[in-house]
């Protein structure tokens, strides 16, 4: 099993192009499907029916996993199924007439306007890293980046004369971003002052290093924003994408086109960016509850 399920993660890299986490992510939930079946079935996958497949979400939700993780395995699961029926591993799919358990539609949080200057002007453009991190917060903002797709960021990707950010989002899918004032001058200053400072090997094409000159993981940009959210003494629980959700809903508040506002965060389907519709028409009641003398 583990051979085919090699064949199926290179299935994924070479014909569907995917991102190295969505990959990891995959080969994750398909390992511990496996996992499963053999110790509770004692079965391979060969042999699974729907039943099994039932079996396995029952698992998941004994467990406390939410109703996205669920999912989110469940589209893992019909992926490698399909995967196995082309290759001919089996003879039916047992997941194509499962139905897709009902998502919880949970708001994503997001900072005020306020709160946003008040974490942009944490970082103090003194030495290296502040200024590193300066660039990193105010292009997150500007751009409504995801982190992964922050991190991968290479000196050339950014454009600071023609004012864009080119980058390579899911399923290798390319895409050009516009950059405000603000970014533009904090990724100047680091760039051409400090970024030199921070680099080891000449042939080094990561915009955004660590100390050590290596390219800033995932893990690391998570400790820093919170260290500057508590510095700015937000108390919002702050997610790695706390301010991409900010800057689509800042973006629709203040009139943007719903379908611009998908372009530039790289949805796939516009049902993904309309949550956001949700969070502005949430805000305006609120605002209407406040303010209105008969609400």
């Known amino acids: 099993m583990e051979e085919i399920l090699q064949q199926y993660i290179q299935y ?12 990891q992510s995959y080969g994750r939930d398909i390992t511990q499907y496996l996992t499963f079946i053999k110790e509770k079935y004692q079965i391979s996958v060969e042999k699974t029916t729907r039943t099994h497949v039932m079996g396995y979400l029952i698992h998941l939700q004994e467990q406390g996993k939410s109703t996205s993780t669920i999912t989110r395995n469940l589209s893992s699961l019909r992926g490698f199924y399909r995967f196995l ?22 708001l994503p949080k997001v900072l005020t306007i306020e709160e946003v200057d008040r974490l942009l002007q944490q970082p ?90 290596g390219r800033l993981t995932r893990q690391g940009f998570w400790k820093i924003i919170k260290q500057y959210a508590e510095s700015a003494q937000i108390t919002k629980v702050i997610t790695p994408h706390t301010l991409r959700h900010s800057f689509a809903t800042h973006l629709l508040e203040n009139g943007a086109d719903l379908r611009a506002v998908q372009e530039m965060l790289g949805h796939a389907d516009i049902s993904t960016t309309q949550i ?10 609120e605002v209407y509850q ?5 609400a």
């Open 12 to 23: 994924l890299v070479v014909e569907k192009g995917l991102a190295e986490n969505s990959i």
């Open 85 to 106: 029926l082309l290759d001919r591993y089996i003879a039916s799919d047992p997941t194509s007439h499962l139905e897709t358990p009902k998502l919880d539609k949970r």
């Open 124 to 213: 103090k453009e003194i030495d290296a890293m502040g200024a590193r991190d300066k660039a990193m917060l105010e292009l997150l903002y500007a751009t409504g980046l995801r982190v992964s797709e922050l991190i991968s960021l290479n000196v050339h990707d950014v454009n600071i004369n023609m004012e864009f950010v080119r980058c390579m989002g899911k399923g290798s899918k390319e895409r050009i971003i516009p950059l405000g004032s603000s970014a533009i001058k904090a990724l100047q200053r680091y760039t051409e002052r400090f970024r030199p400072q921070l680099v080891r090997n000449r042939s080094e094409e990561a915009l955004f290093l660590n100390h050590h000159g």
């Open 276 to 285: 956001y519709t949700h969070v502005t028409q949430t805000r305006l009641k």
């Open 290 to 294: 406040k303010t209105f003398p008969r």
